[in-house]
């Protein structure tokens, strides 16, 4: 069964850290994109940061200079270092992959920052 699994979310005061993993199983990881996205209440799903196959990674400009994605293949593992976190970080966030043409998302994990 192919699955991405997210874990690491929590609460955290402004200014905080937390790292987020995604395992991925049932599939060849090293050959797909990943992506980190964010829902907040009565908000859009958005895009946090993407990482090809290759390492290239792309940010939204929220979140560039503070997040960090990046992909160990050997552990099937996708990561998203979130550093300097601000109240309007909170959300719950997927991990997304496209797998044969259609879009694959974990259940989401949250992330609350307040104080």
């Known amino acids: 069964q192919v699955q991405l699994v997210e874990s690491g979310g929590g609460s955290v005061q402004p200014g905080g850290s937390l790292r987020l993993s995604c395992a991925a199983s049932?599939?060849?990881?090293?050959?797909?994109?990943m992506g980190w996205y964010r829902q907040a209440p009565g908000k859009q799903r958005e895009l946090v940061a993407g990482?090809?196959?290759?390492?290239?990674?792309n940010y939204a400009d929220s979140v560039k200079g503070r997040f960090t994605i990046s992909r160990d293949n050997a552990k099937d593992t996708a990561y998203l270092q979130m550093n300097s976190l601000k109240p309007e970080d909170t959300a719950v966030y997927y991990c997304?992959?496209?797998?044969?043409?259609?879009?694959?998302w974990g259940q989401g994990t949250q992330v609350t920052v307040s104080s």
């Open positions: 049932g599939m060849i990881f090293s050959i797909y994109a």
């Open positions: 997304h992959t496209r797998y044969r043409n259609d879009d694959l």
């Open positions: 990482i090809t196959s290759s390492g290239r990674t």
